[in-house]
């Protein structure tokens, strides 16, 4: 049986992939310090015997042996990330290098969960791996985006020199169930804010796109390009390419969740990208992988989710509310 570690195993897309590992039969091991992770995500995965939470940073050096590690660890929502920049720098680099070194120490592959935000606020559209980017290294995002291009010069350091087996992954933007209320992304802000019958916050006037890509298509992604051979080694962009504006997943949003759409328009954010959508050539021809979900079933399958989770927390209310 695979041991595999997964850094970041109790978010959105840690939680998933954790799943699936389990279910094809590996030992999991899901390094997490729940900073945006959460302890719910697991929760039911911590009944198996084959899967372990281990509340760590990071950024403190870890040693587990392991066949396999996927790096994923890291704060994504630009909330997130912005509340204390300088940890969101030093989780991208120290957690790079820390992946890294233990991979080096046991000679086993290690995958690198970089970010479309390698690519800025891009003047090439789509973007293709060969694209460098057009990141502000002085701006409020900087933090991450610079964070992570470290991150993959850091890998590919490793490899070149050190002969650690990589993969990088740029991933786009990536939702689905289990993403938290208080995220802070586009797509749980809409889903909650529509299900409260809040009007919907739209940064600027909306036009700016994004690609939405449903987690089980990326974790699908994640696990065919670790299973490569070690020549590959990225960068490889996952995501889906259905792009839309930022205005028009708001109406999508409100139909699907039956309420009448109202936006609440609020200022734009700071080198917020104009544009996203990755090309996936690449994936397509050395993973056979394209995403299978589309949009507006994948945001179905989300709004069940915020929905089932609402009626729980409303059942405990009147639960604590009946205690004497
Ligand atoms: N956005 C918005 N309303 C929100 C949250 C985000 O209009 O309540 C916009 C945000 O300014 C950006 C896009 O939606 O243009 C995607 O933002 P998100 O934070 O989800 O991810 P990003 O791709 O920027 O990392």
């Not at 994948?298 to 639960?319: C, E, H, P, V, W």
Request: hydrophobic share 35%.
């Amino acid at each position: 049986m695979e041991t595999v570690l997964v850094t970041g195993g109790a978010g959105l897309i840690g939680s998933h992939l954790c799943e699936r590992l389990l279910a094809e039969g590996s030992e999991v091991i899901c390094l997490d310090n729940l900073s945006t992770g959460g302890r719910e995500n697991i929760s039911y995965l911590s009944e198996s015997p084959h899967f372990s939470l281990v509340v760590h940073d990071v950024c403190e050096p870890f040693h587990f042996d392991v066949d396999a590690i996927y790096h994923l660890a890291a704060p994504a929502s630009p909330v997130h990330y912005q509340k204390d920049p300088v940890q969101t720098t030093r989780t991208c680099v120290l957690g790079a290098i820390n992946a890294l070194e233990l991979a080096g120490r046991l000679g086993v592959p290690v995958l690198c969960a970089s970010t479309s935000e390698v690519y800025g606020d891009p003047e090439v559209h789509p973007q293709p791996e060969t694209y460098a980017g057009h990141v502000n290294p002085i701006g409020p995002r900087s933090c991450y985006d610079e964070g992570k291009r470290c991150a993959e010069s850091l890998f590919f350091d490793y490899h070149r020199s050190r002969g650690v087996g990589i993969k990088v992954v740029r991933i786009f933007n990536t939702y689905g169930p289990r993403m938290r209320a208080d995220d802070g992304r586009v797509v749980s802000n809409f889903i909650v804010q529509a299900l409260q019958g809040e009007s919907l916050t739209v940064h600027g006037d909306g036009h700016q796109t994004r690609s939405f890509c449903y987690v089980d298509d990326l974790v699908e992604g994640l696990l065919r390009v670790m299973r490569l051979d070690a020549s590959f080694t990225g960068p490889v962009n996952l995501g889906n390419p259905e792009e839309v504006s930022i205005a028009t997943l708001a109406e999508t949003v409100a139909r699907l969740t039956g309420v009448e759409c109202r936006f609440r328009h609020q200022a734009r954010l700071p080198d917020d990208p104009t544009c996203r959508r990755p090309d996936i050539s690449l994936a397509i021809a050395n993973l056979g992988w394209a995403p299978t979900v589309g949009l507006e079933a994948g945001l179905q399958r989300t709004i069940a989710y915020f929905r089932d989770r609402s009626k729980g927390r409303s059942r405990r209310r009147n639960y604590i509310a009946s205690l004497p």
